[in-house]
């Protein structure tokens, strides 16, 4: 192994311990650097390689000779019989923690509806929706972004795809941020908070697969129901999984973003004026804030000579992509928002086998929104301190008070006679 991934000095002690308290989760980015002066990849005390360097997580990420094995942490952490608790088990038998071939069977039977032309087509129902949540903004005037936007956004789109009814989305704010706790700490706490959430999310996916069955709809649950040889578990799984993944995630994206925005007043002048900018605007917030911190385990199944390293067989790797996507290599002046960036794509999405199946959806979402909130609300601004999610994986806010100031009417889409 070469010398710059050996380090596990007091400074890496302390940087981990800061990562992990609440204030080094809200801003880990100065501790990232600290981590990235001692090389671009280390190793912490339990032997998993924690990778920083942007091209080295890269080439990690997407090589497919890499497997999942939850099962590694699951032991370490005390959880031998896992698969007895609902939390670990709704979460660790999904698609983002199979390998080939199960995870194949998984993800082709859910990746149709997220193809970038199914998406395409979503874009009138995403404005509508966008609309509909500024018309309710304006009128309220001060409100909790979190609950008036950034999460009715995406819980509406992905409702909408999964067959959840309207009546039922809300309840699973707060299930789905319980349960996917177990991707940021194998803590006993954070389990038992995380399986009563689960049961709830299951016992509801069962029925609404029961209900599908007796009456398909135009759905994804009612299509997953007649995909051949995927059981009732993997059913379950597959729509718990899209749903928390697709609107925790983009929760955490409009959040980031729109405080990212707001602290650059230049830069959200730009968008506000050239709306043309949103493609690239959504992957320079993507990239500066990212709602993904670290991707879940690696392990290499054999000894892996990668990007001129080589890692014994059964070593664990982490990829730290909030760090990557501030790698100075790559991204210059990595600290600063500059929505008009042409480097490297971060890795926010992730990248290889995992890649995320809903990244066309959640890209568009952010690309209708931003322009959208920064034109219909010129002054908006926030007003008391923003509370930040649990945990370093998932990385957003779960309260951001806001006041849009003063209103002004949108300019409308139909361009005048
Ligand atoms: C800004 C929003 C989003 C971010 C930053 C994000 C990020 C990610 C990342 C980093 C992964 C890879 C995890 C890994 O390799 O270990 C992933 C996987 C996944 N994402 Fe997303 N995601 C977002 C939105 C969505 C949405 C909207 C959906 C669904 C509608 C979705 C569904 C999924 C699924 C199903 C996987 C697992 C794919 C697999 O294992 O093959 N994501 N996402």
Sequence with gaps: ???????????????????????????????????????????????????????????????????????????????????????????????????????????????????????????????????????ELRISGTADFIEAFAFPLPVTVIGELLGIPEPDRARFQLLVRHWT?????????????????????????????????????????????????????????????????????????????????????????ALRERPELAVAATEELLRYDSPVQLLSSRTAPEELAVAGRVLPAGQRVVTLIGAANRDAEVFPDPDVLRLDRADEAPLSFGGGLHYCLGAPLARLEAQIAFPALLRAFPDLAVTGPAVHREGLALHGLIELPVTTGRAVRPRSRVPRQ
């Design 181 to 269: 706790g177990v991707l940021d700490g194998l803590t006993p706490e954070i389990v038992d908070r995380a399986d009563p959430a689960a049961v709830e999310i299951e016992t509801y996916f069962r029925e609404l697969l029961a209900r599908r069955r007796r009456e398909p709809a135009d759905d994804l649950v009612s299509a997953l129901s007649q995909v051949d040889g995927l059981a009732d578990d993997e059913i379950i799984t597959t729509a718990a999984l899209l749903l928390a993944a697709g609107f925790e995630t983009t929760t955490g994206l409009l959040a980031n973003g729109l405080v990212a925005l707001l602290g650059h007043p230049g830069e959200a002048a």
């Design 1 to 135: 192994m070469t010398a710059d991934i050996e380090s596990t000095g007091t400074d890496l002690i302390e940087v981990l311990t800061e990562l992990a308290s609440p204030a080094g989760r809200a801003d880990p980015y100065p501790l990232y650097r600290r981590l990235r002066a001692l090389g671009p990849a280390v190793l912490d005390p339990t032997g998993t390689l924690l990778v920083t360097d942007y091209r080295l997580a890269a080439a990690l990420i997407r090589d497919h000779r890499f497997v999942k094995r939850p099962e590694l942490a699951l032991n370490a952490a005390g959880f031998e019989h896992w698969r007895e608790r609902p939390a670990l088990r709704l979460m660790f038998t999904s698609m983002l923690v199979r390998n080939p071939p199960v995870h194949t069977r998984l993800r082709r039977s859910a990746a149709g509806t997220f193809t970038a032309r199914r998406v395409t087509g979503l874009r009138p129902a995403v404005e509508r929706i966008v609309d509909d949540l500024i018309a």
